[in-house]
């Protein structure tokens, strides 16, 4: 499967942005999906993941009950909705997608769209 992503930009603390992930290839409904984010210096982290068929969603504590983590399988597509963010989000954002819920070192990757938050 190839991954699409797009949606990043300049925001200011407190907006919000969201992120898309289209998806080609092998079907979509075949993978959980999930984004991952890394900052300047620091390690790529998990933001969240969801299952194959939507049901399942996690998160990493940071963003609970601000980002959401949604797809539309008819759609081929993956989003991430990410309200009152704050400067510590600012990173490059990836999609990426795996058997199930991707967590640790998915089989594919999208490439990276910038968010910046500006405080």
């Known amino acids: 499967v190839q991954l699409q992503a797009s949606g990043g930009g300049l925001v200011q603390a407190g907006g919000s942005l969201r992120l898309s992930c289209a998806a080609s290839?092998?079907?979509?409904?075949?993978?959980?999906m999930g984004w991952f984010r890394q900052a300047p210096g620091k390690e790529r982290e998990f933001v969240a993941g969801?299952?194959?068929?939507?049901?399942?969603?996690e998160y990493v504590d940071s963003v609970k009950g601000r980002f959401t983590i949604s797809r539309d399988n008819a759609r081929n597509t993956a989003y991430l909705q990410m309200n009152n963010l704050k400067f510590e989000d600012t990173a490059v954002y990836y999609c990426?997608?795996?058997?199930?819920?991707?967590?640790?070192?998915?089989?594919?990757w999208g490439q990276g769209t910038q968010v910046t938050v500006s405080s």
């Open positions: 990426a997608a795996a058997a199930t819920i991707p967590r640790g070192n998915p089989e594919y």
């Open positions: 290839g092998r079907a979509f409904s075949s993978y959980g």
């Open positions: 969801i299952s194959r068929g939507g049901g399942i969603r």
